[in-house]
């Protein structure tokens, strides 16, 4: 005891009055840290103009060995060097059988990738520079581009070591690029040459059982920004709450995820992951670390949530949103073209006529529920020339009862056109805590195919005999019929009136808000290192003319900003609507130096990537446009 006070009252008066969250913010980069180093010094807007490129490894400007080692140095020697794991099978320094042979075994695991520093969901999207060899060659290390990787990685598990990153890039104008578990599916966390900023250890919890701030005043919690699903959702179980989490287990719930959007399960009566936010601790481009709120920093506050990961500030922690503990109730069932291996009444063989009927009936209900709080989640994929619809509608705050009469109208409307299923015995779980834990703990596979996506808006929905209807139907049968592509799409409605406050005054893209149906499809073609340039192009371009259909459709529509193609047509309008202005005037007076960039985020039109004979790829310079 200090003056009657416990440790832990000192902790929190502390953090109220430096406004941090966690102890690992209150390490924080200081003018006396600094000294007289130019290296670490703070950012200053009038320093002068943006040179034309950024320092890349091998280029004149790029720092020296001394300059390394000294920012080392600063970081307590946890600056780590851009070595791919796959460079462990090259012949040559970093030659290394056991580190080899686990990645030949796990090179395709999303937990593989989350916990490495440098790895990125998708290789392609540094070209596939250092593949792993086939297990009786052992290449010479010059088969592994490692300078396509970032060149160092910041471990950061304090803000210090965020601000000193962030100063030590810009003052030397190298790319920076941030990473937390790497699932992302643009290649927005990586890029040749950078500083990469790994946030993967800032993990921390506190529930707040009040929390006001402008107008809200209920029940919240602070929460680290490197928190991943199945750590979301051991907290709700430990303090009884609901809390929005991801959908898939290896997605950190409040970096990239959030700072797009973010959707759930439970989105269509909680809002999207932007719309939690009650206040937000970052690291701006100068270096400072500074809080933000509805009042304070309020540009930041409405950038960062659905603005785009990774352009406006590195969040190290927020405030969030909690509710009370709800219940959610699921019903699945199938039907396909193919033969039915089972007897069990929900999954059933129906014709190819019947088939696609059966989907515009499907479909048919998505208002309504949307409208009732629900989503819809569903996976039709095609295998030579048979259909199957895999589907799943799922609904917080509902009875077993409830979810059998909310189903009741689709499951009549099937069996109408010849889908002889019965409604389907409602799984049930009484706290979306239980909903999302998995026994097994989290797991999934990396993908380096290609990824498209497209919003749907209420009105293509409105009417199930109106043209406009029968329009998206026919592009989504084209899709998979003549394009041979599996289709996904989840369902959800993240309207203005379920974001309430502060969430509707953010930079969510209003073609999210609209939408009542978000489609995704990947490439059939995995576009790994084996696959020429020439055959890319041409892929992509006959994947590209399918999704096109869907954006006839939907032409006051766009894309999904963390599920979309790195190439999207006009991605300014597409991903972030009429906010764009407003964000860039935002990034411009915030960032004036470019120091944050990732491709398709707000001002990336400005920069370039040299040296990718014309694929949307990351692995070289970062140069203007204009320069």
Same mark, same amino acid.
């Given at each position: 005891?200090?003056?009657?006070?416990?440790?832990?009252?000192?902790? /929190?008066?502390?953090?109220?009055?430096?406004?941090? *969250?966690?102890?690992?913010?209150?390490?924080?980069?200081?003018?006396?840290?600094?000294?007289?180093?130019?290296?670490?010094?703070?950012?200053?807007?009038?320093?002068?103009?943006?040179?034309?490129?950024?320092?890349?490894?091998?280029?004149?400007?790029?720092?020296?060995?001394?300059?390394?080692?000294?920012?080392?140095?600063?970081?307590?020697?946890?600056?780590?060097?851009?070595?791919?794991?796959?460079?462990?099978?090259? +012949?040559?320094?970093?030659?290394?059988?056991?580190?080899?042979?686990?990645?030949?075994?796990?090179?395709?695991?999303?937990?593989?990738?989350?916990?490495?520093?440098?790895?990125?969901?998708?290789?392609?999207?540094?070209?596939?520079?250092?593949?792993?060899?086939?297990?009786?060659?052992?290449?010479?290390?010059?088969?592994?581009?490692?300078?396509?990787?970032?060149?160092?990685?910041?471990?950061?598990?304090?803000?210090?070591?965020?601000?000193?990153?962030?100063?030590?890039?810009?003052?030397?104008?190298?790319?920076?690029?941030?990473? *937390?578990?790497?699932?992302?599916?643009?290649?927005?966390?990586?890029?040749?040459?950078?500083?990469?900023?790994?946030?993967?250890?800032?993990?921390?919890?506190?529930?707040?059982?009040?929390?006001?701030?402008?107008?809200?005043?209920?029940?919240?919690?602070?929460?680290? =920004? =490197?928190? +991943?699903?199945?750590?979301?959702?051991?907290?709700?179980?430990?303090?009884?709450?609901?809390?929005?989490?991801?959908?898939?287990?290896?997605?950190? =719930?409040?970096?990239?995820?959030?700072?797009?959007?973010?959707?759930?399960?439970?989105?269509?009566?909680?809002? /999207?992951?932007?719309?939690?936010?009650?206040?937000?601790?970052?690291?701006?481009?100068?270096?400072?670390?500074?809080?933000?709120?509805?009042?304070? *920093?309020?540009?930041?506050?409405?950038?960062?949530?659905?603005?785009?990961?990774?352009?406006?500030?590195?969040?190290?922690?927020?405030?969030?949103?909690?509710?009370?503990?709800?219940?959610?109730?699921?019903?699945?069932?199938?039907?396909?073209?193919?033969?039915?291996?089972?007897?069990?009444?929900?999954?059933?063989?129906?014709?190819?006529?019947?088939?696609?009927?059966?989907?515009?009936?499907?479909?048919?209900?998505?208002?309504?529920?949307?409208? =009732?709080?629900?989503?819809?989640?569903?996976?039709?994929?095609?295998?030579?020339?048979?259909?199957?619809?895999?589907?799943?509608?799922?609904?917080?705050?509902?009875?077993?009862?409830?979810?059998?009469?909310? %189903?009741?109208?689709?499951?009549?409307?099937?069996?109408?056109?010849?889908?002889?299923?019965?409604?389907?015995?409602?799984?049930?779980?009484?706290?979306?805590?239980?909903?999302?834990?998995?026994?097994?703990?989290?797991?999934?596979?990396?993908? *380096?195919?290609?990824?498209?996506?497209?919003?749907?808006?209420?009105?293509?929905?409105?009417?199930?005999?109106?043209?406009?209807?029968?329009?998206?139907?026919?592009?989504?049968?084209?899709?998979?019929?003549?394009?041979?592509?599996?289709?996904?799409?989840?369902?959800?409605?993240?309207?203005?009136?379920?974001?309430?406050?502060?969430?509707?005054?953010?930079?969510?893209?209003?073609?999210?808000?609209?939408?009542?149906?978000?489609?995704?499809?990947?490439?059939?073609?995995?576009?790994?290192?084996?696959?020429?340039?020439? /055959?890319?192009?041409?892929?992509?371009?006959?994947?590209?003319?399918?999704?096109?259909?869907?954006?006839?459709?939907?032409?006051?529509?766009?894309?999904? %900003?963390?599920?979309?193609?790195?190439?999207?047509?006009?991605?300014?309008?597409?991903?972030?609507?009429?906010?764009?202005?407003?964000?860039?005037?935002?990034?411009?007076?915030?960032?004036?130096?470019?120091?944050?960039?990732?491709?398709?985020?707000?001002?990336?039109?400005?920069?370039?990537? +040299?040296?990718?004979?014309?694929?949307?790829?990351?692995?070289?310079?970062?140069?203007?446009?204009?320069?």
């Amino acid at each position: 005891m200090v003056s009657g006070l416990s440790l832990l009252s000192i902790l /929190l008066v502390a953090q109220a009055a430096f406004a941090y *969250n966690f102890a690992y913010e209150s390490i924080q980069l200081t003018d006396l840290n600094v000294g007289n180093n130019p290296d670490l010094a703070f950012g200053n807007a009038s320093t002068g103009d943006i040179p034309s490129c950024k320092s890349y490894p091998g280029y004149e400007g790029w720092p020296s060995s001394t300059q390394w080692s000294a920012l080392n140095m600063s970081l307590g020697g946890t600056l780590l060097k851009g070595i791919p794991p796959a460079a462990a099978c090259y +012949e040559g320094e970093y030659r290394d059988t056991a580190k080899c042979s686990n990645v030949r075994r796990r090179q395709s695991d999303a937990l593989f990738a989350k916990e490495d520093p440098l790895v990125p969901f998708g290789q392609w999207t540094l070209h596939n520079p250092c593949p792993v060899p086939a297990a009786s060659a052992t290449p010479p290390l010059s088969g592994c581009k490692l300078v396509s990787f970032p060149a160092f990685v910041v471990n950061a598990t304090t803000v210090k070591d965020v601000q000193l990153a962030v100063n030590f890039a810009r003052n030397n104008n190298i790319r920076l690029t941030i990473k *937390n578990t790497g699932h992302d599916f643009l290649g927005r966390n990586t890029g040749g040459g950078a500083l990469q900023v790994w946030v993967h250890r800032m993990k921390a919890f506190e529930y707040l059982p009040t929390y006001k701030v402008g107008q809200y005043s209920g029940q919240a919690a602070r929460v680290g =920004a =490197a928190l +991943e699903q199945q750590e979301v959702y051991d907290a709700m179980s430990t303090y009884g709450i609901t809390l929005l989490a991801p959908g898939s287990s290896t997605v950190g =719930a409040y970096g990239g995820y959030m700072q797009g959007g973010g959707f759930s399960y439970i989105t269509s009566k909680y809002g /999207l992951m932007a719309d939690q936010v009650l206040a937000l601790e970052l690291v701006t481009a100068d270096g400072r670390f500074v809080h933000a709120d509805p009042m304070e *920093n309020a540009d930041l506050f409405f950038a960062i949530r659905g603005g785009g990961p990774g352009n406006f500030g590195i969040v190290t922690s927020a405030i969030v949103k909690a509710y009370p503990p709800t219940t959610v109730a699921r019903s699945d069932f199938t039907f396909q073209t193919g033969p039915v291996s089972s007897n069990d009444k929900t999954t059933v063989r129906v014709s190819n006529e019947t088939f696609w009927k059966g989907m515009k009936v499907y479909f048919s209900h998505n208002l309504r529920i949307n409208d =009732a709080k629900g989503i819809m989640s569903n996976y039709i994929t095609t295998t030579a020339r048979t259909f199957t619809l895999s589907n799943q509608i799922t609904k917080p705050g509902v009875t077993v009862e409830e979810m059998r009469r909310l %189903m009741a109208p689709l499951i009549k409307d099937l069996n109408d056109v010849g889908i002889s299923l019965v409604n389907p015995e409602p799984k049930f779980w009484s706290t979306y805590a239980k909903f999302g834990t998995m026994p097994g703990g989290p797991s999934g596979g990396t993908s *380096n195919s290609r990824l498209v996506s497209r919003l749907v808006p209420r009105s293509n929905f409105a009417d199930p005999t109106s043209q406009t209807f029968n329009t998206t139907m026919a592009a989504i049968r084209s899709f998979m019929e003549e394009g041979g592509y599996s289709f996904h799409s989840v369902d959800y409605a993240p309207t203005l009136e379920t974001a309430g406050y502060p969430g509707s005054d953010s930079a969510v893209s209003p073609h999210l808000r609209n939408a009542v149906m978000h489609m995704t499809g990947f490439d059939s073609r995995q576009y790994d290192a084996s696959l020429s340039d020439e /055959l890319w192009k041409s892929s992509h371009a006959r994947l590209d003319s399918y999704v096109q259909k869907l954006r006839d459709a939907t032409p006051l529509s766009g894309a999904y %900003m963390n599920e979309a193609d790195v190439a999207e047509p006009n991605f300014q309008y597409s991903m972030y609507g009429d906010n764009y202005d407003r964000l860039l005037k935002i990034k411009k007076e915030r960032d004036p130096w470019g120091l944050f960039y990732v491709v398709t985020g707000v001002g990336s039109e400005s920069w370039f990537v +040299e040296g990718t004979g014309g694929l949307p790829t990351q692995q070289g310079r970062l140069c203007r446009v204009d320069a």
